[in-house]
């Protein structure tokens, strides 16, 4: 313990006065000489060579524990969150891969489905038309084949007509005959006559 020598002073026992009496200059048994007590240690020029001796040593000390023990730790985590990083970053790398790959396949896939329904939509116009074409085929037939029995009902009937309108002429014109003349014509020269008027 470190202690100024006016602390020492005022600490200290009254001094024997018999031993004053008897001129003695020293202290009694326990007390320390004051010139002992002048300056603080650390501060005192006699203590600088062991001071800076034991400086000296702690320093060596303190480097070799760094560098024996603290540095080599420190790199230790350095080099295990390096390599970290770098697992991350090849990781992040793969799936960055991945993921371009999978919007590759993706826009692959739409540009098929979009080939494809055009392919469907361009497979159904086509079924619709030939559908229609043939929807239009049959119903031409069946209005050709109507306009045929039309056509032969309206040639049966002209034919009838022409059958009558014949006999009407010969009716008409041996009624005419008789109403000028007087006498009766045969049935073969006014249907004679007739058939020359009708060419």
């Known amino acids: 313990m ?6 020492a002073q005022e600490s200290a026992p009254p001094a024997d006065t ?7 200059d020293t202290h009694s048994g326990t007390s320390v000489p004051a010139e002992a007590h002048g300056t603080f240690p650390p501060f005192n020029p006699e203590t600088f060579p062991s001071q800076l001796l034991w400086l000296a040593i702690t320093f060596g000390l303190f480097y070799l524990f760094l560098k024996r023990v603290v540095m080599p730790r420190v790199g230790g985590i350095i ?4 390599d970290r990083i770098s697992q991350d970053l090849d990781q992040a790398a ?7 790959a999978a919007v590759a396949a993706y826009e692959q896939e739409l540009a098929e489905a979009k080939k494809n329904a ?24 069946a209005l050709d084949e109507k306009l045929g029995e039309a ?12 059958k009558e309108v014949g006999s009407i002429a010969e009716d008409t014109a041996s009624a005419i005959v008789e109403a000028l003349v007087g006498g009766k014509a045969s ?3 006014i249907a004679a ?5 009708a060419r």
Request: proline content about 0%; aromatic content about 2%.
């Open 2 to 7: 470190f202690v100024t020598s006016a602390f």
């Open 18 to 24: 018999s031993h004053a009496a008897t001129g003695g």
């Open 79 to 82: 080099d295990v969150r390096n």
């Open 94 to 100: 793969k799936l960055k891969g991945e993921a371009d």
């Open 118 to 141: 055009n392919s469907i939509g361009q497979q159904a116009s086509d079924a619709a038309k030939a559908e229609a074409d043939t929807a239009r085929k049959k119903i031409e037939a």
């Open 151 to 162: 056509e032969a009902r309206i040639s049966s009937i002209k034919a009838n007509a022409m």
């Open 187 to 189: 049935k073969a020269e």
């Open 193 to 197: 006559a007739v058939k020359s008027v």
